[in-house]
């Protein structure tokens, strides 16, 4: 094995986001620089970090130099090798939304992986195609380079059966009508950080609440997935910045069968414009809602605590009962104003706010006589990738 840095890339319709981490001789790895280009196809911008925040470059790139994902990784590669003439890669560990029913785990991609994962992309539409073709261009142009697969679905595969199913006549099933779950890197990663931060509950049963653009909640018992509120695709469960969350499916039929709306009409709707940006009239933005004066604005804030709330209790009852409550992503991270209103409102599951600590955004945001404890723990999907590649080429 030579080299010393894993380079992550998670790959969109429009964006390339990308993480450098070096290996150091203790066998960690350290963020050296995160980065993304944005605006693929239309107005490209090119924004790379360092392990502190600081800015190593912004600016806007010529739309005909990065037409495609694969010229956004020609650019960010060669930014990179300018910048860090020290590093050679180990591997490159890519998000792939999609891992279906069969991958529990991340995969080396070698063909016939690769064409497994292409025939999941009628699953996720969106995404798949995208961080498949990161993969493909990275193989051509660095195919000595193992690539690594890591699934946001991966995680739940844990699943019982009951949390697996819909109520649909099994050959539904059978052709992969099933509930994936998604965001499972960054449950997985606080599943692995809760025994150093909180080593009380780390065996306990445990909501992990990713609430950022997009939401969702998962039960984990003994930090393994037991359920979750997303399902077979990344639509269900809690509402989102641009998509609604949980919706009667005799919406859609009402949509489809009495108003005339095309599949692509819809998966706009859903994915674009529902949700916090719906429901708001304003904004998919948390910072925006809470500092509007618009009603709709205060409603769809209302909204999301409801319903964020609601689905708690569901998965508790799943669980049994609740050890604690974990908040991360964006505002999950940062907006102690939203954790304590949900909190509030789960003050029957015995969860009692520290408020000072809240609005400090300590780790552990509840009273010590709290009967369920309450955190605040930052999470890292990239660092997850990063080491899941690292494991496979040490494991290789
Ligand atoms: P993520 O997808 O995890 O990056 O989360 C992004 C979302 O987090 C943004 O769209 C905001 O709505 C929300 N967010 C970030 N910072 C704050 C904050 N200080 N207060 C409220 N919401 C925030």
């Excluded at 969109?12 to 605006?39: E, H, M, P, W, Y």
């Excluded at 006549?169 to 099933?178: I, K, Q, S």
């Excluded at 997935?225 to 469960?237: A, E, I, N, R």
């Amino acid at each position: 094995m030579s080299g010393n840095a894993i380079l992550v890339v998670n790959a969109g319709s429009s964006s390339l986001k990308f993480a450098l981490f070096r290996l150091d001789t203790a066998g960690v790895l350290n963020l050296a620089a995160r980065g993304q280009i944005d605006g693929i196809g239309s107005q490209p911008q090119f924004k790379v970090k360092d392990d502190a925040g600081r800015a190593l470059v912004e600016r806007e790139l010529e739309v005909t130099d990065v037409r495609e994902v694969k010229d956004a990784i020609a650019l960010a590669g060669l930014w990179l090798s300018t910048h860090f003439p020290g590093e050679a890669l180990l591997a490159i560990g890519h998000r792939v939304v999609h891992g279906g029913a069969d991958y529990a785990q991340p995969v080396l991609v070698d063909d016939a992986v690769f064409a497994a994962l292409e025939k999941l992309a009628p699953l996720a539409p969106l995404h798949q195609p995208h961080n498949l073709a990161a993969i493909r261009a990275l193989r051509e142009t660095r195919p000595e380079l193992p690539q690594v697969a890591c699934f946001d679905t991966a995680f739940h595969r844990t699943h019982p059966q009951l949390a697996d199913v819909y109520a649909l006549p099994w050959e539904y099933y059978a052709a992969g009508v099933r509930r994936y779950g998604f965001h499972g890197l960054s449950y997985e990663y606080i599943a692995s950080v809760l025994p150093q931060v909180a080593p009380a509950i780390a065996q306990g049963r445990v909501i992990v609440a990713h609430l950022g653009s997009g939401a969702s909640l998962c039960a984990l018992r003994a930090g393994r997935s037991v359920d979750s509120t997303m399902g077979f695709s990344p639509l269900d469960g809690i509402p989102m910045g641009t998509r609604p969350g949980a919706l009667d499916p005799g919406v859609l039929l009402y949509l489809v069968g009495q108003r005339g709306m095309t599949a692509a009409a819809l998966e706009k709707l859903l994915y674009k414009q529902s949700g916090l940006l719906g429901l708001s009239g304003v904004s998919n933005d948390m910072r925006l809602l809470q500092e509007s004066t618009e009603p709709r604005a205060q409603l769809a804030v209302d909204y999301f605590v409801h319903y964020v709330a609601k689905e708690i209790g569901a998965l508790a009852a799943v669980l049994g009962g609740l050890d604690a409550l974990v908040f991360t992503a964006g505002i999950g991270e940062n907006a102690p104003a939203i954790r304590a209103r949900i909190v509030a409102a789960c003050a029957w599951l015995g969860i009692t706010l520290d408020s000072n600590a809240n609005q400090r955004g300590d780790i552990c945001i509840s009273t010590t006589a709290s009967a369920a404890s309450a955190w605040v723990v930052p999470t890292n999907e990239e660092l997850m990738i990063a080491r899941h590649a690292l494991t496979q080429v040490q494991g290789a």
